[in-house]
């Protein structure tokens, strides 16, 4: 069992930036793959990016350039660093886990999930 916990979300103008936590527990961090998806009003849930084992990194063509994500197994917490953020980028953000070392752009192949942390960009 993994547990996730995420922090970070609010209200940001557009062009601005935001960090998002997700603090993990339960099991073995530096071992699993980790990924954040997001859900907007009406919209399916989408990816956003992703992190294996090593460190490897994937992203979403939308967030290519301005969003980073980042672990530290110190810390059992995962990063997502959003700049240039666009009114498009509001949603909910979620991260997740994989039973795995390898990562995954699919949101069906995550097998833990924390709550969300809503991210607003305004005008």
């Known amino acids: 069992q993994v547990q996730l916990v995420e922090s970070g979300g609010g209200l940001v103008q557009s062009g601005g930036s935001l960090r998002l936590s997700c603090s993990a527990s339960?099991?073995?961090?530096?071992?699993?793959?980790m990924g954040w998806f997001r859900q907007a009003p009406g919209k399916d849930r989408e990816f956003v990016g992703c992190i294996d084992w090593s460190g490897d990194t994937m992203y979403a063509y939308s967030v290519t350039g301005r969003f980073t994500i980042s672990r530290d197994s110190a810390k059992n917490t995962l990063y997502l660093q959003m700049n240039s953020l666009k009114l498009d980028d509001t949603a909910v953000y979620y991260c997740?886990?994989?039973?795995?070392?390898?990562?995954?752009?699919?949101?069906?192949?995550?097998?833990?999930w924390g709550q969300g942390t809503q991210v607003t960009v305004s005008s």
């Open positions: 997740a886990a994989r039973d795995s070392r390898y990562a995954s752009r699919a949101a069906n192949m995550y097998n833990y």
């Open positions: 339960g099991r073995t961090f530096r071992d699993i793959a």
